[in-house]
């Protein structure tokens, strides 16, 4: 897709707050906005933010609207948590670690450098304590967060000039967000975040070295091939990106019973949606990416990999020492169950793949 043609598709130009009417009640019928920080129709996470929207209307047989607003149509992409905390919105879609300013422990809920897979991410948040930690976290703004989305492990970012070693990070100019942000800085790199649609543009002025965003389904649409020739994978820093909804937690519990079994489950169901979705066109995109458009497919040099864990090691270290008692009790639980579900994953899965890569030729 041609991102000029895809950001006038969205309504990204020009795109300004859009003053709304209040949430329509009638014959016991709810209508709630979401905003959400991605582009309309954007691949993956903003279509993934519209069937949301879309199953809970059907399921709920219309008692229960949602009329999503993308990202600029209401309020600005990275402020839509302070939305619905501030009563603008009933719902925002996003991804926690954008709010890390709010709570350095929220960044565990969307993705850990060299942290949880997006199966171990939703063992640890269904199973393992996660939710209601995450709970107590939110409880402190009056909303309530669900995992509504993954797209599994992230591309590593898009490099102007090919990173030769770990000396070539050094005052790069990097969009990243989150813990994985922390751990480029350590590296030596100059970080900051941006939404989506505003990341081309800082790429191709310059004011940008580097991005990552999510991954080829996503990254082919906003045209950072046209900038950036240098693709590596995998990141390190992002192994199974959650997305999630947060919703205005006293309209939540006001809603009967049904309805908010309704919102509950369709967020789960969206989360493995959402995550199959990346897993069919993440490699069609890639595909596309080298042969259409002459991308050079990369992987970081050893240094650097070695470097990022031992950075990574540093900061989960000083968050499980954080005198804020959430945070800590946060970073400690999320630790207690990678341990736990790694050996699953590197034990059975990972022993299965690289089986089959060594073995299967079909």
Same mark, same amino acid.
């Given at each position: 897709?041609?991102?000029?043609?895809?950001?006038?598709?969205?309504?990204?130009?020009?795109?300004?707050?859009?003053?709304?009417?209040?949430?329509?009640?009638? %014959?016991?019928?709810?209508?709630?906005?979401?905003?959400?920080?991605?582009?309309?129709?954007?691949?993956?996470?903003?279509?993934?933010?519209?069937?949301?929207?879309?199953?809970?209307?059907?399921?709920?047989?219309?008692? !229960?609207?949602?009329?999503?607003?993308?990202?600029?149509?209401?309020?600005?992409?990275?402020?839509?948590?302070?939305?619905?905390?501030?009563?603008?919105?009933?719902?925002?879609?996003?991804?926690?670690?954008?709010?890390?300013?709010?709570?350095?422990?929220?960044?565990?809920?969307?993705?850990?450098?060299?942290?949880?897979?997006?199966?171990?991410?939703?063992?640890? $948040?269904?199973?393992?304590?996660?939710?209601?930690?995450?709970?107590e976290i939110y409880d402190q703004f009056g909303v309530q967060g669900f995992l509504s989305g993954d797209t599994g492990t992230q591309a590593g970012g898009?490099?102007?000039?090919? !990173?030769?070693?770990?000396?070539?990070?050094?005052?790069?100019? @990097?969009?990243?967000?989150?813990?994985?942000?922390?751990?480029?800085?350590?590296?030596?790199?100059?970080?900051?975040?941006?939404?989506?649609?505003?990341?081309?543009?800082?790429?191709?002025?310059?004011?940008?070295?580097?991005?990552?965003? $999510?991954?080829?389904?996503?990254?082919?649409?906003?045209? @950072?091939?046209?900038?950036?020739?240098?693709?590596? @994978?995998?990141?390190?820093?992002?192994?199974?990106?959650?997305?999630?909804?947060?919703?205005?937690?006293?309209?939540? %519990?006001?809603?009967?019973?049904?309805?908010?079994?309704?919102?509950?489950? $369709?967020?789960?169901?969206?989360?493995?949606? $959402?995550?199959?979705?990346?897993?069919?066109?993440?490699?069609?995109?890639?595909?596309?990416?080298?042969?259409?458009?002459?991308?050079?497919?990369?992987?970081?040099?050893?240094?650097?990999?070695?470097?990022?864990?031992?950075?990574?090691?540093?900061?989960?270290?000083?968050?499980?020492?954080?005198?804020?008692?959430?945070?800590?009790?946060?970073?400690?639980?999320?630790?207690?169950?990678?341990?736990?579900?790694?050996?699953?994953?590197?034990?059975?899965?990972?022993?299965?793949?690289?089986?089959?890569?060594?073995?299967?030729?079909?």
């Open positions: 897709m041609d991102r000029r043609s895809f950001l006038k598709k969205a309504g990204l130009a020009g795109a300004g707050a859009t003053a709304l009417a209040t949430p329509a009640i009638a %014959q016991g019928n709810q209508t709630w906005r979401m905003v959400t920080t991605w582009p309309k129709n954007f691949p993956g996470l903003g279509v993934g933010a519209q069937r949301l929207a879309d199953r809970i209307t059907a399921a709920s047989g219309g008692r !229960l609207t949602i009329q999503v607003y993308a990202a600029g149509e209401l309020v600005p992409p990275l402020q839509s948590l302070d939305a619905v905390i501030d009563g603008s919105a009933e719902m925002s879609h996003g991804a926690a670690y954008y709010w890390q300013n709010k709570s350095a422990a929220l960044s565990f809920f969307t993705g850990v450098p060299f942290g949880m897979t997006s199966r171990e991410m939703a063992a640890w $948040v269904r199973f393992m304590g996660g939710q209601e930690i995450w709970d898009w490099f102007r000039n090919e !990173l030769t070693g770990l000396d070539s990070v050094k005052g790069l100019r @990097f969009r990243t967000p989150g813990l994985g942000g922390r751990v480029w800085e350590k590296l030596g790199a100059t970080v900051t975040n941006m939404a989506a649609g505003e990341i081309f543009q800082a790429l191709q002025s310059g004011t940008l070295d580097a991005a990552e965003f $999510v991954g080829p389904y996503n990254d082919l649409a906003l045209g @950072f091939y046209q900038v950036a020739k240098n693709y590596y @994978f995998p990141s390190f820093v992002e192994p199974g990106l959650a997305t999630e909804l947060v919703v205005d937690k006293k309209k939540y %519990q006001e809603l009967p019973a049904d309805l908010q079994a309704i919102v509950k489950d $369709v967020c789960q169901a969206e989360y493995d949606q $959402v995550a199959s979705d990346f897993y069919a066109n993440d490699p069609r995109a890639l595909k596309t990416l080298v042969e259409q458009h002459g991308v050079n497919v990369r992987q970081f040099p050893d240094d650097i990999i070695e470097a990022g864990a031992k950075a990574a090691e540093e900061i989960l270290g000083e968050l499980r020492d954080s005198s804020d008692a959430l945070t800590k009790k946060t970073t400690e639980s999320f630790i207690e169950a990678l341990n736990i579900v790694r050996t699953r994953t590197e034990g059975t899965d990972g022993a299965f793949v690289e089986a089959r890569r060594k073995y299967f030729k079909i």
